[in-house]
């Protein structure tokens, strides 16, 4: 792969006018500005992040985990995109736009995330795989449609096909968004099929065509033809790394606001990624001011400054194998000793006490409940669209859903573009309203 080729201001679905315009603005920035004035990025701060949406003591949600990863992701990029200006001087790549393509495609890599955090994902796979869902795999399996793309579901290939279909009413090429920013979202530029059963891959048959044209033009390796199978985009590494940073970081900090630890265990995971010097200053430092959230604050900063650095770096010193398609991993896999064994302590341990908290189960589990009932009774109403009940459930689904696609897997996407894209309120309130358990008060 090359820079002059992967870094494209080519847009999905105006293939036809490139450069017929002029802007003030960069590809790139217009990327970034027609997301965040999105409504699906707008949805975001209604949909669990880790912790229940808060109450009194605010925690992070879709939207201000996305806007974090957003801004790592932009500071990621600037400082790949000045070495890479010093390294080929005679390059005419947009290398210094990167950052902005970073940060744009950071700004987007949540947007398919279905409501109730990650066991949305897992509790749209199991209603498929193991739950009342199961009855329409053989009728899909027989038409030649690909049934793991639902059982095993998958926000960061929803997120691909939220960007690019073309919905009832919309324009062609979805948000138009260009090639660089699209590539730079698919963490797993693969088919479902070779998933192995997890919810990690890359794009739904739906969107296989599109991907595999916008790889070829900027020059991403096809690896397997079929199932197939692309190399990633070299961005996709610090995109994954933003995310990283961040939500390991911060769930920290999230749990200490909301007392699942301690204030010293808060400061001894955070100091772990410091030792001599660095570690006296900062003890230092924290002496300085007396409000423990801020103790807190300077510490996770220093953390994801650090992490930051780090992994620039490692992006750096691994272009070649980068962009020869030979990496394998990620870049937080790569930290020095000692700051992946102080990241990796901190895994740990939110694995073992923050994220089975009792609060983050009942999530889950009201997740699980809500997104069943919900996907049960439209699968059902698009399956018997004739019955009465079945017209009136199919009324309160919105016009650029497909709902009368000419073939049962469209319809079942209809179903998950739908349900997918409500929040955690919305689908608590629309469950309510269906189950009769809430009723509109005039």
């Not at 590539?183 to 990690?200: C, D, F, R």
């Not at 900090?253 to 400061?267: Q, R, S």
């Not at 049962?408 to 573009?417: A, F, H, I």
Request: charged share 25%.
């Amino acid at each position: 792969m090359n820079w002059e080729q992967l870094l494209s201001t080519q847009r999905l679905g105006l293939e036809k006018y490139q450069g017929a315009q002029k802007q003030e603005r960069t590809e790139y920035q217009r990327d970034y500005d027609r997301l965040i004035f999105s409504s699906p990025f707008r949805r975001m701060q209604n949909k669990t992040q880790v912790f229940p949406l808060p109450g009194s003591v605010f925690v992070h949600n879709r939207l201000t985990h996305t806007l974090e990863v957003s801004s790592v992701g932009r500071s990621l990029g600037e400082s790949v995109g000045r070495e890479l200006r010093r390294r080929h001087p005679a390059s005419k790549a947009h290398v210094s736009e990167i950052g902005a393509i970073v940060s744009a495609a950071c700004l987007a890599h949540d947007m398919g995330n279905p409501p109730f955090g990650h066991s949305g994902e897992t509790a749209i796979s199991t209603f498929f795989s193991e739950g009342k869902g199961k009855v329409l795999e053989q009728d899909i399996k027989e038409s030649g449609a690909r049934w793991s793309d639902f059982t095993c579901f998958e926000g960061n290939a929803n997120a691909l096909r939220l960007l690019m279909h073309r919905f009832r009413g919309r324009r062609e090429g979805g948000f138009v968004m260009t090639y660089s920013t699209l590539a730079s979202i698919v963490k797993y530029p693969y088919s479902s099929e070779l998933s192995g059963g997890k919810n990690k891959f890359g794009f739904f048959a739906s969107e296989e065509t599109d991907y595999s044209l916008i790889a070829h033009e900027l020059g991403i390796p096809l690896l397997n033809e079929n199932p197939r199978r692309f190399a990633r985009h070299p961005l996709v590494y610090l995109v994954e790394a933003a995310d990283d940073i961040c939500y390991q970081v911060m769930d920290i900090e999230d749990a200490h606001k909301l007392h699942l630890i301690t204030t010293d265990k808060a400061i001894e995971l955070l100091l772990g990624f410091f030792d001599g010097e660095r570690r006296d200053r900062r003890t230092k430092n924290l002496s300085l001011v007396s409000d423990i959230n801020e103790q807190i604050a300077y510490l996770r900063a220093s953390v994801i400054g650090m992490l930051v650095d780090e992994c620039a770096q490692i992006f750096l010193r691994e272009e070649e194998a980068i962009l020869a398609g030979t990496f394998r991993g990620t870049l937080i896999k790569r930290l020095s000793e000692k700051t992946r064994i102080a990241y990796n302590t901190c895994s740990d341990f939110a694995v073992k006490h923050i994220y089975r908290s009792r609060d983050v189960l009942d999530v889950e589990i009201a997740g699980y409940r809500i997104i069943g009932f919900l996907l049960e009774i439209f699968t059902d109403a698009i399956l018997n669209p004739s019955h009465a009940y079945s017209r009136l459930l199919l009324e309160r689904i919105p016009e650029q859903y497909e709902t009368d696609a000419p073939d049962l897997y469209g319809k079942v996407q209809s179903v998950l573009d739908y349900v997918s894209g409500m929040t955690d309120v919305y689908a608590l309130d629309l469950y309510r309203k269906i189950t009769g358990m809430g009723l509109p008060i005039t």
